[in-house]
């Protein structure tokens, strides 16, 4: 999706290891949000931030954390892996927190 | 606690029908309203949004309907073709920083 890159595109990863996923956005969006995507559950936001080094939590925030050093990224790390973390993982952006968000393509992580 | 209720799961429509999803919300605080379409390894895209002072929004083939009093807005897709085969999702917000969205709906659009 333009604007929005997101690493790696799929991951497959051992338990109890960490892991990053990282967002890149050229769109200068003030805000940035990790959403996981499961069966049944639609999306859940994990963490988002509203400016640099400025974050919080979500919906499902266990077992992650979230850095943001520079405007244009927003790195996420599973600090454990378990396999209740495997998802469909999805970064957006947005101008304002009331408005339509830009989503990445996502990315797959399977923990095994 | 699962705050948007959408339906149905899935839905099968013939090319040229009407393809009608429904949500119901809440949290009364909510007052943007998007609707967001996928297609299969992609990410959501914004298809339309309503506010709640307004009942309904058109664009193109796509029509948000909204009944505040009854907590409920819906997607109507006129003329639908194969490709509005996707997952639509519904969402709501209200200035917070926490959308949440419905648990999706698939589409087919047969031809």
């Known amino acids: 999706d333009a604007g929005i890159t997101q690493s790696p595109r799929h991951k497959v990863t051992e338990t109890g290891t960490p892991v990053t996923l990282r967002c890149h956005q050229t769109e200068n969006h003030r805000y940035m949000y990790w959403y996981r995507q499961d069966p049944g559950h639609g999306l859940r936001l994990i963490h988002y931030s509203y400016g640099v080094k400025d974050t919080d939590k979500g919906e499902v925030s266990d077992g992650y954390s979230v850095s943001r050093s520079k405007t244009e990224d927003f790195l996420l790390t599973l600090e454990s892996a378990t396999s209740s973390q495997t998802s469909v993982y999805f970064c957006?952006?947005?101008?304002?927190?009331?408005?339509?968000?830009?989503f990445g393509s996502g990315t797959r992580l399977t923990v095994v | 606690q699962q705050q948007v209720k959408q339906s149905p799961q899935s839905l099968i429509v013939q090319k040229g029908g009407i393809s009608i999803i429904n949500c119901a919300y809440e949290?009364?605080?909510?007052?943007?309203f998007p609707w967001y379409q996928q297609f299969p390894g992609k990410g959501p895209a914004l298809l339309i949004a309503i506010r709640p002072d307004v009942s309904e929004k058109k664009e193109g083939r796509f029509t948000i309907s909204f009944n505040k009093s009854a907590k409920q807005f819906s997607l109507h897709i006129m003329d639908s073709q194969p490709g509005d085969s996707a997952t639509y999702f519904c969402a709501a917000t209200y200035n917070n920083n926490d959308m949440r969205f419905g648990a999706g709906t698939r589409l087919t659009v047969k031809p």
């Open positions: 957006a952006t947005g101008q304002t927190p009331n408005y339509g968000y830009t």
């Open positions: 949290n009364t605080a909510f007052d943007y």
